[in-house]
């Protein structure tokens, strides 16, 4: 029914940069807030950045001025361009969407990705 699958992921160097992206499907849903969470191993996973449909966004304070996260909502999609990129930011990377059954008031839903990994060499 909603499928989410990031691509992007890779090596980089540290200061260099990726683009992760998140292709969303799932014709009879509406995808409300989107984000990417992040997991390190044996750390616990955590919330990067977020945004509403309206596109208002939020950040975690070790991403801020770093990476920007953005949406094209007529083609269910997700971004988060990273700039700047740190060894420390080496982690998987989930992309996560709250949805809701078109033409319904009913339950929100949470859906996640397989992930994406990132690596960010010193």
């Known amino acids: 029914q909603v499928q989410l699958v990031e691509s992007g992921g890779g090596l980089v160097q540290a200061g260099g940069s990726l683009k992760l992206s998140c292709a969303a499907s799932?014709?009879?849903?509406?995808?409300?807030?989107m984000g990417w969470y992040r997991q390190a191993p044996g750390i616990q996973r955590e919330l990067v950045a977020k945004?509403?449909?309206?596109?208002?966004?939020n950040y975690a304070d070790s991403v801020k001025g770093r990476f920007t996260i953005s949406r094209d909502n007529a083609k269910d999609t997700l971004f988060m361009q990273m700039n700047s990129l740190k060894p420390e930011d080496t982690a998987v990377y989930y992309c996560?969407?709250?949805?809701?059954?078109?033409?319904?008031?009913?339950?929100?839903?949470?859906?996640w990705g397989r992930g994406t990994q990132v690596t960010v060499s010193s």
């Open positions: 799932g014709s009879m849903f509406r995808f409300n807030d």
């Open positions: 996560y969407a709250v949805v809701q059954r078109i033409g319904t008031t009913g339950p929100f839903y949470n859906y």
């Open positions: 945004i509403t449909r309206d596109g208002n966004t």
